[in-house]
């Protein structure tokens, strides 16, 4: 079974809107990542937070992890056409340094 | 230009025959790793390799074999691919083993066995 799960699974907004998309993980963590992917193409690598950090921004990203109620968020502000892709929460497990499982995604579309 | 090289892009083959897909890394990464995505299941790890010589198997390893005989390739070889194995595959690194450092992926290669 997946480690991790996205929700919502699609996403569509506007230019200028806030994405806000929620990732749940099952067991204990060293830390949770955040891709991006574009159609079919290689997943590009967002933020990186570890399990002791409750908040990271890079841009117009902002990540939050709360480790009592497993779950990450991922907020994009001010959203651009260019923002649309997939975005993948990846968890490396405690004590399982190598294998990083990703989640199924959430979908974001950003019209114009 | 620092990049993962995966070939080929597109392949089309039969029940059956071996294939191979290469992963070629530049950037002196110890870890890299090989995952398979389906659709509505995201991505799974197929296989990992710490270092030169050291695999792992991911978590759908069955059909699959790998080699890291040098830093900076790995392999992904179909013994005998079947029709389940049709997929988007990714090969990726990245620079600490500890899954503490992101991940660079290649752009993928479609694999379609008939």
């Known amino acids: 079974s997946q480690q991790g799960e996205e929700d919502p699974q699609a996403l569509s907004i506007q230019e200028g809107e806030n994405a806000t998309m929620n990732c749940s993980y099952k067991?204990?963590?060293?830390?949770l990542q955040w891709y991006r992917q574009n159609s079919g193409r290689g997943l590009v690598h967002l933020i990186l937070?570890?399990?002791?950090?409750r908040e990271k921004h890079s841009g117009r990203l902002r990540v939050t992890l709360d480790t009592s109620k497993k779950s990450s968020s991922l907020l994009i502000t001010a959203s651009r056409a260019a923002d649309t892709a997939s975005y993948f929460c990846?968890?490396?497990?405690?004590?399982?340094?190598?294998?990083?499982?990703f989640g199924a995604g959430t979908q974001v579309v950003v019209t114009p | 230009e620092a990049q993962v090289t995966q070939n080929p892009r597109y392949l089309i083959t039969v029940t059956g025959k071996k294939l191979t897909v290469t992963c070629s890394q530049n950037?002196?990464?110890?870890?890299m790793s090989w995952y398979r995505q389906d659709p509505g299941l995201g991505l799974r790890q197929i296989y990992y390799s710490m270092n030169v010589e050291v695999t792992d198997k991911g978590d759908v390893p069955e059909g699959y074999k790998v080699s890291r005989k040098e830093k900076r390739n790995f392999p992904l070889i179909l013994e005998s691919p079947s029709p389940n194995q049709t997929s988007l595959y990714f090969c990726?690194?990245?620079?600490?083993?500890?899954?503490?450092?992101?991940?660079?992926f290649g752009n993928g290669t479609r694999l379609t066995v008939t």
């Open positions: 990846a968890t490396v497990i405690t004590d399982s340094w190598g294998k990083l499982q």
């Open positions: 990726a690194s990245s620079l600490l083993v500890q899954g503490d450092s992101p991940l660079h």
């Open positions: 937070i570890r399990s002791n950090e």
């Open positions: 067991t204990s963590i060293n830390n």
């Open positions: 950037m002196n990464h110890e870890y």
